[in-house]
């Protein structure tokens, strides 16, 4: 099946510096990759869809200065949290559209990366 | 945008009973509506998933229904076990808008045995 990896799945950090967290599709090439916010007891926000070799498209709201998205090749995809502070800390978990699962619709979640910001 | 609601947000049946998660959408023009089952720590597993062609798809103990007309769409789990227990979210997506998912608030299911 359809497997997509994050690392690291937990990060503490010290407010001010950045944390990279990246996104892999370990056995389908992903055109598309989303990256989505959970905080606890809710559901999962949209942050941003990130297309292979062009820029991403961020949901409102979403500062795309603090979350730099990058994704470049058909499996990888990354998400650098700038300048993180307390109220970056979250779980943040991407997803990865198979284009070749049910017409192009499918997508699998990774792990979640747990993020504390001190 | 599209607007996905999910009702309840809290379900609890006792094993052996059947459970029914419902959600609505605003957009008609959304085609794709999976369901995602979520542990507590872990990531969202796709349970099912319907396209707008389809009124209803069933995988073992669970089936999906899906009403165009009325933009409603009904998870069942049949048989329930305790191991069912978790958080469900339904989600609605447009194909040719990007596929982002949007979803519901989730129903966090408790299955007691």
């Known amino acids: 099946g359809a497997v997509v990896s994050q690392h690291p799945s937990w990060v503490i950090c010290k407010s001010g510096t950045s944390v990279k967290i990246e996104c892999r599709s370990l056995?389908?090439?992903?055109?598309?990759m989303f990256w989505y916010r959970q905080f606890p007891k809710q559901s999962l926000m949209l942050m941003a869809t990130?297309?292979?070799?062009?820029?991403?498209?961020?949901e409102q709201g979403v500062e795309k200065d603090k979350f730099l998205i990058n994704h470049a090749s058909l499996t990888l995809s990354t998400l650098t949290v700038t300048s993180a502070h307390p109220e970056d800390s979250s779980f943040y978990i991407c997803?990865?559209?198979?284009?070749?699962?049910?017409?192009?619709?499918?997508?699998?979640f990774g792990p979640g990366t747990r993020l504390t910001v001190l | 945008g599209e607007n996905v609601e999910q009702h309840p947000s809290t379900l609890s049946v006792q094993e052996g009973d059947s459970a029914v998660i419902k959600c609505t959408y605003s957009d008609s023009a959304s085609n794709y509506f999976p369901w995602y089952k979520q542990e507590l720590g872990k990531r969202p597993q796709l349970i099912i998933d319907?396209?707008?062609?389809?009124g209803e798809k069933k995988d073992q103990r669970i089936a999906v229904t899906l009403n165009k007309t009325a933009k409603h769409f009904s998870l069942h789990i049949t048989e329930t076990q305790p191991e069912d227990s978790a958080v469900y979210f339904c989600?609605?997506?447009?194909?040719?808008?990007?596929?982002?998912?949007?979803f519901g608030k989730g129903t966090s299911l408790l299955v007691t045995p």
């Open positions: 056995d389908f090439q992903a055109t598309t």
């Open positions: 997803s990865a559209r198979d284009r070749v699962g049910f017409q192009g619709h499918t997508q699998y």
């Open positions: 319907i396209r707008s062609n389809v």
């Open positions: 990130s297309n292979e070799g062009s820029k991403a498209t961020y």
């Open positions: 989600a609605a997506s447009i194909g040719n808008s990007g596929y982002a998912l949007n």
